[in-house]
């Protein structure tokens, strides 16, 4: 009788291991892969390039005793880009400056008053922006690769006038103006507004839209418009 019992749970056991090995092989299934989120944290370097345009006071340049004029002004730019920023969430923020040769030029006539009174000098004026430097906040918003800012900090620019007279007096004729050509850094104020977008782990490519005002020389006239493009590499 033990004998049996033995011989029936052998069969049993074997019968068991042969339909197990019929049952099929679940596929082992690997974790998701999470999508990576794009970082925008990092210090970067770049290159720009852009056109400005606007108005400006070339006679400030010469002197500051006479009455406001204002002569259209207009050219393109390239320069670099340096800069570092944070992000925490959806909010990024930074501090970026750039340097920028600028050919942004205007000419005119212009007859030199005093309260309105002239002063017997008419002068043809060339004025030219050569170079330009901002340092600014950014603050934006991302959303992956794309990044949506803010912007505004201070500004110089490198303004140059020369002026050839007319008119019936000379330049520096008795002291009217003291010279006819003149240059000098000024510093100003600049805000604007800007959208990135990183194409690649370490690259992006920015438009941006940039509002200059000259201090001191009253910033209703003399102010410079610009739209940039940019590439930025990331460390």
Known sequence: MKNIIVAAACVAISSAGAFAADLPVQAYKSPPVMAQVYNWTGMYVGVNGGYGWGSQDPLTLLTNRFDRSSFNISGGMFGGTVGAQIQQG???LG???DLDWANIKGSGISNPSILGIGQGLALNIATNTSGMMTARLRAGAAMDNWLF?????VAYDRSSATGTSIGPLACGAAGVVPNCSASSW???????LGVEYGFAHNWSAKLEYIHIDSLGTGVSTDHIETIRSGINYRF
């Open 90 to 92: 959806y909010v990024v």
């Open 95 to 97: 501090l970026e400056g």
């Open 149 to 153: 800012y803010v912007t505004g900090g």
């Open 186 to 192: 000024r510093p100003g104020i600049a805000a604007g």
